[in-house]
């Protein structure tokens, strides 16, 4: 992993980052299984989200459709998008041809009309991008009014540890473009993220129109410390949480 100072911009082309069409594979395998994945972030995002039978819902950022299937077979409708076009092929495979899903990238208005959906759901995706602001703006805008966006990112405080793990010690309050090489089923990309402080995080969710419902720091699943007893072996039996992601449900009012 490297960093890159705060007040430095990538100048590469941003196709060169992030490819997750040649990572497809690797990556929906590993995510059909992994402690995060699997037995954390997205149990955990089912949970915020609650009853959603019947609701309209946007996932944004799709992958290859595990939580638009485990969000389907509890009866809501879904529409998903995604930057990765190998991904989407993917999720096909997972999901049908009938499910609605298309290729869009987040940081481009979103192809949808005024108050489309009941609920957003930016499932480990708003940290590949610098600026928050217009893709906000854009889940607000399709959104009806009392709609819910519920979000899972990178958490800030983890990012800062593993920094200062490596010996490193950027300052926690800047935006921070950092670089990882990832190898996922045989093959390698260079993955970029935006790091940022929680005072950023909220920041941006309140300017783009949205009120903080719920900030969670959940449990990973029950049956995750039998399944993974090395990864959760420095946990303690009585503590069933660990540092890993930050969740949100915000209300669009």
Not at 92 to 115: M, Q
């Amino acid at each position: 992993m490297s960093t890159i100072p705060e007040d430095h911009v990538e100048a590469a082309d941003p196709s060169a980052f992030n490819d997750y069409d040649r990572l497809a594979e690797g990556y929906t395998a590993e995510n059909e299984t992994s402690l995060l994945n699997a037995y954390y972030e997205r149990p955990a995002m089912l949970k915020l989200a609650g009853e959603v039978a019947g609701r309209r819902i946007l996932d944004a950022g799709c992958g290859s459709g595990p939580l638009f299937a485990a969000l389907r077979d509890r009866g809501a409708v879904l529409t998903g998008i995604d930057a990765s076009a190998g991904m989407l092929e993917l999720a096909r495979l997972r999901l049908g041809a009938e499910a609605d899903l298309r290729v869009a990238d987040l940081a481009d208005p979103l192809p949808f009309p005024d108050d489309a959906f009941d609920d957003v759901i930016a499932s480990l995706v708003l940290h590949y991008l610098q600026d928050w602001g217009p893709t906000l703006t854009e889940m607000r805008r399709v959104l009806r009014p009392g709609g819910r966006l519920l979000v899972s990112v990178e958490h800030p405080f983890a990012i800062t540890l593993m920094h200062h793990m490596a010996g490193e010690k950027p300052s926690y309050f800047g935006i921070r473009n950092r670089i990882e090489e990832w190898t996922m089923g045989g093959q390698s990309a260079r993955m970029s993220f935006w790091d940022r402080p929680l005072h950023a995080m909220t920041e941006a969710f309140t300017a783009a129109g949205f009120r903080i419902g719920v900030i969670s720091e959940p449990p990973f699943a029950p049956e995750a410390r039998e399944l993974f007893p090395e990864e959760l072996r420095e946990i303690e039996p009585a503590r069933t949480r660990f540092l890993s992601f930050l969740f949100f449900v915000l209300d669009a009012d």
